[in-house]
């Protein structure tokens, strides 16, 4: 988690190490460069901190593996849970990372070079030909697995004890961090507000629209909102992510949403709603 002062969430990406001193922050959907230079001049860091020529390509699912094993080779089936390799596809640089967006076996390919996208984008969807499969979104999957997506699910108003990332905020290491104080206070007092799951009681061919649905109560006044749904193919449901008060968020509680078109009820679940079959 990078948090801002007040313990908002600013961004929400995974770290790579590279070599002993080059990182990547893979983030969200945001910028963070700016706040991450004036960090490190803050603080009188002795880091070179730029926006480096990469672009990232996920490919998941069940045959992701033996995808990167035509692409790679076999060391790519040896490469464990959240770790990565330096490498080149005929000449083609790249990172190999062993994670992914989807919830299921997966892997995240970072071109290092942008002349050779077009190049590396016709290498996967021939690999992927041989094993019948090709290019697609992966919102859902992502919801089923309980994936927070930034700017979506996670704003710069949540802290991450509002989103159930509290897991992975340290509060007892003795070093200081942007934001400590606040979540220290946030733990100490509780929170108001909590992301939930929810499934909802509508048709999936309603649903064209990709803005944010607001959760009214009895008296008609909005007490949240969906923030992200999507129709599960494998659960034969339409499930999504719900901001509500902590009162509204027990599992098996009813809500009453409204779009522009229509109104539905949705009832919130346990999260995830599918196990993650990552690992």
Known sequence: MLTGEDGGILNDPILLRLAEDCYWLSLGDNDI?????????????????????????????????????????????????YRLKVTELNEIPVVVARTGYGGELGYEIYLRDSQYGDALWDKIMAAGQDHDIGPGASSPRRIESGILSYGADITRDDNPFHVGLGRLVNLNKTSDFIGKAALLHAQDSGIDRKLVGVEIDIEPSRDISTERWPILNDKEVQIGEVRSRGFSQR???????????????????????????????????ALPFIKSRAK
């Open 33 to 81: 460069l700016l706040w991450a230079q004036g960090l490190a001049f803050g603080l009188n860091y002795d880091v070179h901190i730029s926006e480096p020529d990469v672009s990232p390509i996920q490919v998941q699912g069940p045959k992701s593996k033996d995808v990167m094993v035509t692409l790679f080779g076999d060391w790519v089936s040896e490469l464990p849970y």
């Open 235 to 269: 659960l034969r449901k339409y499930i999504g992510y719900a901001m509500l008060p902590m009162n509204q968020t027990q599992e098996g509680t009813k809500v009453r949403l409204v779009a522009k078109w229509a109104s539905a009820s949705a009832t919130v679940v």
